[in-house]
């Protein structure tokens, strides 16, 4: 288990996140709310315990509401100073899992290889594979 520390932009928000060396990989997601909402042709996340998160600096973040594909609800958790996006909470994983921003760990930028890609459906035609790639999600 590696504990790392995360920012936002503005450093208003600080965290702490232990993962273990198979969370310590980035997942691709090349969904379409991913690049509208991140700006980009993916985000770079994990999924993980929301116990393996602590907010050490800038309390509890704000929260946006969406209607994921699933058709449920999906929470995006973010700094309402510079709306960094820290972490997301799909309701159809149930109220323990996350879905972590790892591209926001400076160590993750740096040294986190890429462990999968999901909505492989959706990716731009000049996206090559970088890792195992999954059309939607991996089975559960």
Same mark, same amino acid.
């Given at each position: 288990? &590696? ?20 969370? &310590? ?36 973040? &704000? ?33 323990? =899992?996350?879905?972590?921003?790892? &591209? ?28 195992? =790639? ?7």
């Amino acid at each position: 288990m &590696s504990t790392y520390k995360g920012v936002c932009h503005c450093k208003h928000h600080q965290w702490e996140v232990t993962l273990n060396d198979e969370q &310590s990989k980035h997942i691709l997601c090349h969904c379409d709310t991913c690049k509208i909402l991140g700006g980009g042709a993916f985000t770079m996340n994990q999924i993980i315990p929301k116990s393996a998160l602590k907010i050490t600096q800038g309390g509890e973040p &704000s929260k946006y509401t969406y209607k994921g594909d699933s058709g449920n609800s999906v929470d995006c958790y973010y700094c309402p100073h510079c709306t960094t996006h820290i972490y997301h909470h799909q309701q159809v994983m149930g109220p323990d =899992t996350i879905i972590l921003r790892t &591209s926001l760990l400076p160590e993750g930028r740096k040294n986190f290889d890429v462990g999968a890609e999901i909505y492989g459906k959706d990716k731009m035609k000049w996206e090559k594979e970088v890792a195992h =790639t999954f059309d939607v999600l991996p089975p559960q």
